[in-house]
């Protein structure tokens, strides 16, 4: 069921001023951030204080703003879920500022509470802020996996994403991972033994994860169901008055969520075989991951819902986007696979006032008498893909189109992506 939604904060929105001055020295294996001072005692400071408190804000990431809460503690999961209207049985991605911090929360113990006042500080080899029990037990499991045979590298995470880890992260891929005992289970919605991690590149995002010394459990910034925010104005559209804090790091880069893959369940072996699997197509495209090669990614590679279905995932997915109907707009989609024929005798035939068009390849299309065409024409897929969500926001909400047509792509490199919103979002899917 999804939680009821209610206005409870004065939603105060802050520039995350001197951010092209963020530096990360310690890479992808440690935390440690330099910023301004400006920018520490601003939105750096501000976010951890929210953080900290358990409440969820909303920052931006390359791939779409997220709505971020720490990932240790239940109450503080649950603040997101009452804030989009979000069903609580939608799992959540936790993200990470480093690979120290990912390591060191399977050696924190079980809890569903760690407020501020007992929350450990992660991510960082820093004696001031990293416990020192902690330190000694990253230490430990380095050696007990050189002693084993192993080369004492990330012992903690599965070696098969270790190639795909140093070659996307920073980045807009998502692992799936088994499931610290210190993650809720509120988390993962309620089920299953897996969690999904990212390490996301924005530095915005970066500088917030590290000095909140927290893993942040964290979906699209939106209300439940619509397009995904790539602006802090359309989180405000959606989520003012439901969170305290929008910091604003301009518009996303990527434009698409982070490519979901699971290389460690069940759902990845075949035949005693590991075929990884895209759960999620996203900023990462099956390209690349391809690319890593090897049996496993370059050979046996799969993407969910093209290659292979599940109905157990379809009723208690590992991931998020995998059951419910996500990024659609007021207006209904009318999604065209196969190219932008069909879409004037389609507008010749609606009986609407006002409609939208987005296409790929330029075509002259005419307005029926008393009514208002309204066309975006984009490069290719990979800009259709960082626009999508930003122009089916525009088209409904600041043009107020009755509908709204998309011409779709071919479904291979970002198309793969792309396509996959748009057939969530659309309401009628048109094959020519």
């Given at each position: 069921?999804?939680?009821?939604?209610?206005?409870?904060?004065?939603?105060r929105?802050?520039?995350?001023?001197?951010?092209?001055?963020?530096q990360?020295?310690?890479?992808?294996?440690?935390?440690?951030?330099?910023?301004?001072?400006?920018?520490?005692?601003?939105?750096?400071?501000a976010?951890?204080?929210?953080?900290?408190?358990?409440?969820?804000?909303?920052?931006?990431?390359?791939?779409?703003?997220?709505?971020?809460?720490n990932?240790?503690?239940?109450?503080?999961?649950?603040?997101?879920?009452?804030?989009?209207?979000?069903?609580?049985?939608?799992?959540?991605i936790?993200?990470?500022?480093?690979?120290?911090?990912?390591?060191?929360?399977?050696?924190?113990?079980?809890?569903?509470?760690?407020?501020?006042?007992?929350?450990?500080?992660?991510?960082?080899?820093?004696?001031?802020?990293?416990?020192?029990?902690?330190?000694?037990?990253?230490?430990?499991a380095?050696?007990?996996?050189?002693?084993?045979?192993?080369?004492?590298?990330?012992?903690?995470?599965?070696?098969?994403?270790?190639?795909?880890?140093?070659?996307?992260?920073?980045?807009?891929?998502?692992?799936?991972?088994?499931?610290?005992?210190?993650?809720?289970?509120?988390?993962?919605?309620?089920?299953?033994?897996?969690?999904?991690?990212?390490?996301?590149?924005?530095?915005?995002?970066?500088?917030?994860?590290?000095?909140?010394?927290?893993?942040?459990?964290?979906?699209?910034?939106?209300?439940?169901?619509?397009?995904?925010?790539?602006?802090a104005?359309?989180?405000?559209?959606?989520?003012?008055?439901?969170?305290?804090?929008i910091?604003?790091?301009?518009?996303?880069?990527?434009?698409?969520?982070?490519?979901?893959v699971?290389?460690?369940?069940?759902?990845a072996?075949?035949?005693?075989?590991?075929?990884?699997?895209?759960?999620r197509?996203?900023?990462v495209?099956?390209?690349?991951?391809?690319?890593?090669?090897?049996?496993?990614?370059?050979?046996?590679?799969?993407?969910?819902?093209?290659?292979?279905?599940?109905?157990?995932?379809?009723?208690?997915?590992?991931?998020?986007?995998?059951?419910?109907?996500?990024?659609?707009?007021?207006?209904?989609?009318?999604?065209?696979?196969?190219?932008?024929?069909?879409m004037?005798?389609?507008?010749?035939?609606?009986?609407?006032?006002?409609?939208?068009?987005?296409?790929?390849?330029?075509?002259?299309?005419r307005?029926?008498?008393?009514?208002t065409?309204?066309?975006?024409?984009?490069?290719?897929?990979?800009?259709?893909?960082?626009?999508?969500?930003?122009?089916?926001?525009?088209?409904?909400?600041?043009?107020?189109?009755?509908?709204?047509?998309?011409?779709?792509?071919?479904?291979?490199?970002?198309?793969?992506?792309?396509?996959?919103?748009?057939?969530?979002?659309?309401?009628?899917?048109?094959?020519?």
């Amino acid at each position: 069921m999804s939680p009821t939604i209610t206005d409870q904060f004065n939603t105060r929105p802050i520039e995350a001023i001197d951010a092209d001055h963020l530096q990360f020295p310690g890479g992808i294996e440690d935390s440690r951030f330099t910023a301004t001072p400006k920018a520490t005692d601003t939105w750096i400071a501000a976010s951890r204080h929210e953080l900290r408190l358990n409440r969820s804000i909303a920052i931006p990431t390359e791939t779409v703003y997220g709505l971020a809460a720490n990932a240790l503690d239940a109450n503080a999961v649950s603040t997101i879920f009452s804030a989009k209207g979000r069903p609580s049985d939608n799992p959540l991605i936790v993200h990470v500022s480093s690979v120290r911090m990912l390591r060191s929360l399977y050696h924190l113990p079980a809890s569903d509470s760690n407020t501020s006042e007992d929350a450990p500080f992660l991510g960082t080899d820093d004696a001031s802020l990293e416990s020192s029990w902690l330190r000694q037990r990253l230490l430990d499991a380095e050696e007990e996996d050189r002693l084993s045979g192993g080369d004492g590298v990330w012992p903690e995470i599965p070696r098969i994403y270790h190639s795909a880890i140093r070659k996307f992260w920073p980045g807009a891929l998502t692992i799936v991972v088994p499931r610290p005992a210190c993650i809720p289970l509120a988390v993962i919605g309620g089920h299953g033994s897996t969690v999904a991690v990212r390490f996301p590149s924005h530095p915005v995002a970066r500088a917030i994860i590290a000095a909140s010394g927290l893993p942040l459990a964290a979906p699209s910034a939106n209300a439940s169901g619509r397009p995904s925010p790539t602006t802090a104005a359309h989180v405000s559209h959606d989520l003012k008055g439901r969170i305290p804090l929008i910091v604003d790091g301009g518009a996303c880069a990527v434009g698409v969520e982070s490519t979901v893959v699971d290389a460690y369940s069940a759902t990845a072996h075949v035949e005693g075989h590991l075929s990884p699997c895209v759960l999620r197509p996203g900023g990462v495209t099956v390209e690349a991951l391809r690319s890593l090669g090897g049996d496993a990614w370059g050979q046996r590679l799969r993407v969910y819902r093209r290659d292979f279905s599940s109905a157990e995932l379809e009723s208690a997915p590992t991931t998020p986007g995998m059951k419910y109907r996500h990024y659609s707009p007021t207006a209904p989609v009318y999604l065209f696979k196969g190219g932008n024929q069909g879409m004037q005798q389609c507008i010749d035939e609606m009986s609407c006032a006002k409609i939208g068009v987005v296409i790929v390849t330029p075509v002259a299309l005419r307005a029926p008498e008393n009514c208002t065409l309204t066309v975006h024409c984009v490069d290719d897929a990979k800009d259709l893909a960082k626009r999508i969500f930003a122009l089916l926001r525009s088209l409904d909400e600041t043009d107020h189109v009755d509908c709204i047509l998309v011409q779709g792509v071919d479904d291979k490199h970002e198309g793969l992506a792309v396509m996959n919103r748009l057939e969530k979002a659309a309401s009628h899917i048109v094959t020519l």
